[in-house]
């Protein structure tokens, strides 16, 4: 059957499009924020240029209210001496200079209760002026002693402007603190919402790929029937489902291959028994007495087919060995215990060979598929065993440091080859040190270790050597 590639369902917003929202919203925050911040600096400095434009207009009819008196008192001295219309008529006209810049001041703020004495004062000195001649001495000593009077009341007013521009300087100071009070706690209100925006919206965003991640992991951990499903924007869905499809394509390959191991060994392993049927019969002499030469190819011909079937059989073994390491069914297990099962389990072989075997370590619980974990254990320590001279020793040591556990094996037998080193985890790959006298391996024995491990999410490795061969099983665990 042949998988097709997935469509992407329309209507979804893309993993671009989203990240270019979030960016927008965090700008559009920010940005407003500081659009804010110019319009209230702005306003302020209009507020401020207000303040000094009216604070200078206060100066100015303050002193020119003075400087009008002055004109006054001397337009209406000369008057009364000289008896002048000419003089009558500027008195007037600074009169009315005067009495401009007191409205001025008053409708900028100025209490008009102060206006009042002033205005009262200047038509008591506008009584004075009109009369006959003979008094004109007398009266003008009167508008000199009321000119003296003014000087007072041209000070208080003086002294109110000054008030009255310090106590709207103050205000406009307050409201400069104020406003920046204000604008700083919108600011920082902004800073902590972008970035909880972001966080949050990171975080959203983080959580397809998160899934992508233990998908991909699973896949290379051969967890295949496990469905993979990502929910979230369009181009990562179309990731997911691509993903999923690889997963269902690996599924079908393994099974393919599964399936092809099946037949060709079933295809080999018919005609191979008919083969080694008709040499037993030959070698019986069912056919005939045979020759020395004859028999000599006969014994030939029976090794080969031997040969031939146990590496059928190996084939199938590891076939089965690396689909079972994909289904693992974990416990929590004694690995110290687990290790001096096998060791008791091998007895008769390495006390045959006269062997010591010790074992070291403490106690070790892990959540481990016993039957793989020991079958690996098994295959290490039997070809530790296989290889010791008699009489040697073989060490299993278990071990733990923070997040790992290893089981190390070492022997004294003649170790592998340099050459044989890159190669060594291979399937039915056999190294050429080999021990005298026994029966030539098939070469599966550290592939299906490699695969038991694997499977664990560990790693067996082949350590740098002195005397012998060295294996370690280094398997993660939480600290």
Not at 181 to 202: N, P, W
Request: aromatic share 4%; net charge neutral; proline share 4%.
């Amino acid at each position: 059957m042949q998988l097709r590639m997935p469509s992407l369902r329309p209507g979804l917003v893309s993993f671009r499009q989203l990240l270019l929202v979030a960016f927008l919203l965090i700008g559009v925050l920010l940005g407003g924020t500081a659009l804010r911040a110019v319009v209230i600096l702005d306003r302020l400095m209009a507020q401020s240029g207000d303040e000094t434009t009216r604070a200078l207009e206060l100066n100015a009819s303050a002193q020119a209210l003075t400087a009008r008196t002055v004109d006054m008192e001397r337009a209406a001295r000369q008057s009364l001496i000289f008896n002048d219309r000419l003089l009558r008529r500027r008195f007037e006209e600074a009169t009315d200079g005067a009495r401009d810049a007191l409205r001025r001041m008053t409708e900028q703020g100025l209490n008009p209760a102060l206006a009042g004495p002033w205005l009262a004062q200047l038509e008591l000195v506008a009584n004075l002026l009109p009369g006959p001649a003979e008094t004109a001495l007398d009266r003008e000593r009167a508008v000199a002693a009321a000119f003296r009077e003014f000087d007072t009341l041209n000070t208080g007013i003086a002294r109110e402007v000054q008030a009255l521009i310090e106590g709207r300087n103050t205000a406009l100071r307050e409201r400069l603190d104020a406003s920046r009070a204000r604008l700083m706690q919108q600011v920082l209100l902004t800073i902590l919402l972008a970035a909880v925006l972001a966080t949050g919206l990171g975080l959203w965003l983080a959580r397809p790929f998160k899934r992508l991640e233990r998908a991909i992991v699973g896949l290379g951990e051969n967890r295949l029937d496990e469905p993979i499903d990502i929910e979230g924007p369009a181009d990562v869905r179309r990731v997911g489902q691509q993903l999923d499809w690889l997963r269902l394509r690996l599924t079908e390959l393994d099974a393919d291959k599964a399936r092809f191991l099946r037949h060709i060994s079933h295809e080999l392993k018919t005609p191979l028994a008919a083969m080694r049927e008709g040499v037993a019969l030959l070698e019986d002499g069912v056919a005939g007495e045979l020759n020395s030469r004859q028999q000599e190819v006969m014994r030939i011909l029976h090794h080969n087919t031997s040969v031939l079937q146990e590496q059928i059989e190996a084939l199938l073994r590891f076939n089965a060995a690396a689909f079972e390491a994909r289904q693992l069914k974990r416990r929590r297990i004694d690995l110290l215990a687990l290790v001096q099962h096998q060791v008791e389990a091998q007895r008769l072989q390495w006390q045959a060979n006269a062997l010591q075997v010790e074992v070291r370590g403490e106690p070790l619980v892990l959540p481990v598929d016993a039957d793989k974990l020991g079958t690996a254990v098994a295959n290490l320590l039997s070809n530790a065993i296989r290889f010791s001279p008699p009489g040697g020793s073989v060490v299993v040591e278990l071990s733990h440091s923070p997040g790992l556990a290893c089981i190390a094996i070492r022997d004294q037998g003649p170790g592998v080859a340099e050459a044989d080193r890159p190669r060594i985890f291979e399937p039915f790959y056999r190294g050429e040190r080999q021990p005298q006298d026994a029966v030539r391996g098939t070469g599966i024995g550290l592939s299906i270790v490699q695969e038991y491990i694997a499977a664990h999410g560990g790693r067996v490795v082949l350590m740098d050597q002195g005397e012998g061969a060295h294996f370690r099983i280094e398997l993660p665990h939480a600290s």
